[in-house]
């Protein structure tokens, strides 16, 4: 609504200016009735009206009666551009709002399908800790048992082998000990 004002009161001084001052002065100013109409266009008059009217404001044909006419259609037309607008940014906020809820709705639906996945790979690797655990004490036990039956075995080598060689050794040694020392006392 400014926008036209402006315009109207542009045109008008631009208009006021040229009855006061001749005509050469009046294009020194550089305002032509394409300009006018390309402005009217720009507010968004239809083409034969802009037409007319720029054609009529240039001439200084115009009458005020026009230019109230003029701002009640544009004014009309603002509010029904405003009242627009305002239903096109209300359903803009419902679709952003909705858009945002099931974005949050899916972001909540990740994160919990991922805390499940974390929490059965967790209990999974848990699991396998213990599995390995169970199986490291049972390998240790078997090599331990299996160290014990050999020491077993050597301790019975070592048993066997000093109640069997020690006596046959001394059996062996006694008659040259005793000869030794025989030949000694002799």
Do not use: W
């Not at 359903?91 to 929490?119: A, G, H, P, W, Y």
Request: hydrophobic share 40%; with cysteine; charged share 25%.
């Amino acid at each position: 609504m400014a926008d036209i004002c402006d315009t109207i009161c542009l045109v008008n001084d631009f208009f006021q200016v040229g009855r006061k001052k001749n005509m050469e002065s009046v294009l020194a100013t550089n305002i032509t009735e394409e300009q006018i109409y390309k402005e009217f266009l720009r507010l968004g008059m239809e083409h034969l009206i802009a037409q007319d009217l720029s054609k009529r404001y240039y001439h200084n044909d115009l009458t005020y009666r026009d230019l109230e006419n003029l701002e009640k259609q544009f004014g009309i037309k603002f509010e029904n551009l405003e009242f627009k607008i305002d239903t096109i940014e209300k359903n803009l906020n419902t679709k952003i709002d909705t858009v945002e809820k099931n974005l949050n709705t899916k972001i909540d639906t990740v994160e919990k399908n991922l805390n499940t996945k974390i929490d059965t790979v967790e209990k999974n690797l848990q699991k396998d800790m213990s599995n390995l655990e169970q199986n490291l004490k049972k390998e240790m036990q078997t090599n331990n048992q299996l160290l014990l039956e050999k020491f077993k075995v050597s301790n019975r080598i070592i048993t066997i082998s000093a109640i069997v060689v020690i006596p046959i050794a001394i059996s062996i040694l006694v008659p040259y000990v005793v000869s030794l020392i025989g030949s000694h006392l002799n």
